[in-house]
């Protein structure tokens, strides 16, 4: 994977199912600053109801629903990749998107898509990542922001944020303890790669 070089500013596509406050928390990064050279021009769901959208529209970004109406992935993600491209968009990041893209969608931006999961990578990829945590008994998870590659949750790892598990968690509390790092590590990351200032050796991302 070579490194790309975004042109400035670097339109910021961002995918959800839910309620996107991972999404917020890029776009409050972006407003304060704190990810220089960056717009979030879209945010698009798969899901008509998901709460993401409506926060999204109420700070004046375009929010767009493009449901799976009974297609293939293929024809859905098509659908997905061109209304990012029509809107110019270099870089997308997953944020609670709950589909597995396709080679297409993956090709189209290769390298140039983001994802954030609630675990220290390569553990616990997958759905209900802080129950596998819990269940399996480790005293220490996480959260981790990383390329999106064709493999679950495998690609290039960006960015990671280490936390406790407690005796007394229950997968609410611990999954809402990894969520505030969660929203930390996203904007760190994101603004890490918009800088630009790193290379890709093998799997290794390494920061200048
Ligand atoms: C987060 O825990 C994220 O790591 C995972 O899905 C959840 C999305 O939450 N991929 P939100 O929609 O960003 O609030």
Not at 163 to 173: G, I, K, S, Y
Request: glycine residues 10%; charged residues 25%.
């Amino acid at each position: 994977m070579s490194v790309e070089t975004f042109r400035k500013p670097c339109r910021v596509g961002v995918l959800i199912s839910g309620r996107g406050s991972n999404m917020l928390a890029l776009s409050d990064a972006i407003r304060d600053g704190r990810i220089a050279g960056a717009l979030m021009v879209a945010v698009i769901s798969d899901q008509r109801d998901a709460a993401g959208l409506q926060r999204a529209a109420t700070r004046g970004i375009e929010t767009l629903t493009i449901e799976r109406r009974g297609r293939t992935r293929a024809e859905h993600d098509g659908e997905t990749v061109a209304a990012l491209q029509s809107r110019g968009v270099d870089l997308v990041c997953l944020a609670g998107y709950m589909r597995l893209l396709s080679p297409h969608f993956i090709e189209a931006f290769r390298g140039r898509i983001l994802n954030i999961h609630p675990s220290l990578l390569p553990s616990f990829p997958g759905l209900h990542a802080q129950r596998q945590a819990l269940e399996h008994g480790v005293r220490w998870t996480g959260c981790t922001v990383h390329f999106v590659d064709e493999t679950l949750d495998g690609g290039p790892i960006i960015a990671q944020e280490v936390v406790p598990v407690l005796d007394d968690d229950t997968e609410e509390t611990l999954t809402a303890r990894i969520l505030v790092a969660e929203h930390k590590l996203y904007p760190q990351a994101l603004a890490l790669i918009v800088r630009g200032r790193y290379e890709i050796a093998g799997r290794r991302i390494i920061r200048h």
